[in-house]
């Protein structure tokens, strides 16, 4: 397992795709290195790009209103996308990019090791539960692989451009919430037995 410091130095001035053209700023992560919780997103945009941090435009704010729902806060968490660079027009992903950038992802997933991992949208989801499934089939429902829980939840920029969707986010935070709640309970009563054993 490699420290996130020591991932950031790996990358470096990363030119492992052609994405580093066209990019200002690489976008590497930011957020709680201990967190539970830890959500990742698809690929900078236009204003994650200019300042070097993932989720801090309008899909961004959006996110931080729905962590509330899941009595969260932006500073508990830690956030990364499945590329580190944006690429040019907000278009998807394309293959070559995730693979050769996907190696970051897994190492700082094993770095900050997080109970529970929040995939947002269709890229995420189907990297980390390796599936070609579509998120509306995924989302709704803890996955779990190894040793974590995965809730798929739709792309919050996908709620912005269609409204219909804002409820299932509500409820997919609500969601997030609970099993929040069951695991900080389980480990109150895992700490309670030892006490008393
Ligand atoms: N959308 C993403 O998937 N990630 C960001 O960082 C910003 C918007």
Redesign the pocket.
Same mark, same amino acid.
């Given at each position: 397992m490699i420290a996130l410091d020591d991932i950031m130095v790996e990358i470096g001035d990363c030119h492992r795709c052609s994405l580093a053209q066209t990019r200002t700023n690489l976008?590497f992560g930011v957020g709680n290195p201990n967190a539970e919780v830890m959500f990742i997103? !698809? &690929?900078?945009?236009e204003? !994650?790009d200019l300042g070097a !941090?993932?989720?801090?435009?309008? &899909?961004?704010k959006y996110l931080n209103s729905l962590l509330a729902l899941a009595g969260l806060k932006r500073e508990e968490i830690y956030?990364?996308?499945? =590329?580190k660079c944006r690429p040019p027009g907000?278009r998807d992903p394309r293959p070559e990019e995730i693979e050769s950038c996907t190696p970051f992802l897994r190492e700082q997933v094993r770095a900050i090791a997080p109970p529970i991992l929040v995939t =947002?949208?269709r890229? &995420?989801t189907q990297f980390i539960l390796k599936t070609d499934r579509g998120i509306t089939g995924l989302r709704g429902q803890v996955h779990i692989t190894g040793a974590f829980s995965v809730l798929p939840i739709f792309?919050? &920029?996908a709620a912005i451009y269609d409204r219909n969707k804002e409820p299932i986010m509500e409820e997919d935070f609500r969601l997030l919430g609970r099993l929040l709640a069951k695991r900080r309970e389980e480990r109150t009563e895992r700490t309670v037995h030892k006490e008393l054993s």
């Open positions: 976008v997103g !698809e &690929a900078p945009g204003k !994650e !941090e993932p989720f801090i435009g309008a &899909a961004g956030i990364a996308n499945v =590329l907000n =947002l949208g890229f &995420a792309h919050p &920029a």
